[in-house]
Nanobody, 119 residues
Framework: QVQLVESGGGLVQAGGSLRLSCAAS????????MGWFRQAPGKEREFVAS????????SHADSVKGRFTITRDNAKNMVYLQMNSLKPEDTAEYYC????????????WGQGTQVTVSS
């Protein structure tokens, strides 16, 4: 079992930056692939970024490439999403998620943290 708690969301002007954090509990955290997803009002949840348990494989959605960076610290059971050059279209609820390497879906989810970017 993995429990996830996000923090770091808030209101920021376009062009600004935020750093989201995800605190994970569970002895097997370091073996899980971690991801960030987001969901804007009236839209489906979408993939933002993911990172393998070693940190050696990283993926970012095309819409955030060059602006967002996912990292993890297995010693601290933490995952981060550094978001720079924020745009109003980045406004959404952001979720942290965890996936067992043997599965093809993210099975553990946090409660979300709201990011609002004003123009």
């Amino acid at each position: 079992q993995v429990q996830l708690v996000e923090s770091g969301g808030g209101l920021v002007q376009a062009g600004g930056s935020l750093r989201l954090s995800c605190a994970a509990s569970g002895r097997t955290f370091s073996t899980y692939e971690m991801g960030w997803f987001r969901q804007a009002p009236g839209k489906e949840r979408e993939f933002v970024a993911s990172i393998s348990w070693t940190g050696g494989t990283i993926s970012h959605a095309d819409s955030v490439k060059g602006r967002f960076t996912i990292t993890r610290d297995n010693a601290k059971n933490m995952v981060y999403l550094q978001m720079n050059s924020l745009k109003p279209e980045d406004t959404a609820e952001y979720y942290c998620a965890a996936k067992d390497p043997s599965r093809s879906w993210f099975e553990y989810w946090g409660q979300g943290t709201q990011v609002t970017v004003s123009s």
